[in-house]
């Protein structure tokens, strides 16, 4: 089927309907609709935290579908050792379609630092969420020819997500989809654990959420899960999911 024809499918979906349908799902069985509606176009957007390493076990180990669903990284060039290894080991693990992107115009972060200035991320950090994400994820999700994206979101994680629905329209008119959105924090683990799924050691040292090195700090006890996430800025969200 072409992109055309597989997109014009998706964008004929009732959202609404289907988001009723779906809302007491688990994310297995959201999974499993989306792989069955969507053979083709579909891509998992990752970040390699815990959330994101449930899906990937589902879609990899539960799933197995026929064409394997692409997992899109964004290289920041700014992550922990510790995510990058997590990548490698879980590449291998799953034998993962890993497709990386980055920005285009450096290959390090000293580079960056010389061409964008040093700590971009405090003086412009909307310039360095638009270099180091927001621009290479709509690259990666366009050269990947997607017409729907999987995330690891949940309502649970901050109050700018609790109305997430189960799907939604992105502003390119694809398809996204939140299978853990009625899931919590909790669950995630419980699946981590029962599943013995890879996970990013940072979590162990009180990362509840993990992004790029110098933009995250452990959360204290009583701390909301993304508290340590541009700490101190007011900032909830990076702009890829806004």
């Known amino acids: 089927m072409m992109f055309a024809e597989v997109m014009q499918k998706v964008q004929a979906l009732d959202l609404a309907v289907l988001n009723q349908e779906l809302e007491a799902a688990q994310p297995r069985e959201i999974l499993a609709w989306a792989t069955e509606t969507l053979p083709e176009g579909l891509v998992q957007a990752s970040a390699f935290n815990v959330d994101d390493m449930v899906i990937t076990d ?15 990284f964004l290289d920041t060039l700014h992550h922990f050792p510790e995510t990058l290894e997590l990548v490698a080991r879980s590449t291998q693990h799953y034998d993962l379609n890993l497709k990386i992107y980055r920005i285009m115009t450096v290959d390090s972060r000293s580079a960056f630092a010389q061409r964008y200035g040093d700590k971009l991320w405090e003086t412009d950090i909307e310039q360095f969420h638009y270099l180091t994400k927001i621009e290479p994820l709509q690259r990666g999700l366009a050269e990947l020819g997607t017409v729907a994206w ?9 109050h700018t997500r609790s109305d997430m629905p189960i799907l939604e329209w992105d502003k390119q008119q694809r398809l996204k989809i939140n299978p853990l959105a009625n ?60």
């Open 150 to 158: 999987i995330t690891g979101r949940r309502r649970d994680q901050a």
């Open 58 to 72: 589902l879609l990899y180990r539960e799933f197995r579908p026929r064409h394997p669903v692409p997992v899109l």
């Open 183 to 242: 899931w919590t924090r909790t669950q995630s683990w419980q699946y981590v654990m029962e599943h013995q799924v890879p996970y990013n050691p940072l979590h162990d040292q009180g990362y509840a959420s993990i992004g790029d090195e110098p933009l995250t700090t452990p959360v204290a006890e009583g701390e909301d899960e993304r508290a340590g996430r541009w700490r101190g800025t007011g900032k909830t969200e990076c702009g890829i999911h806004i």
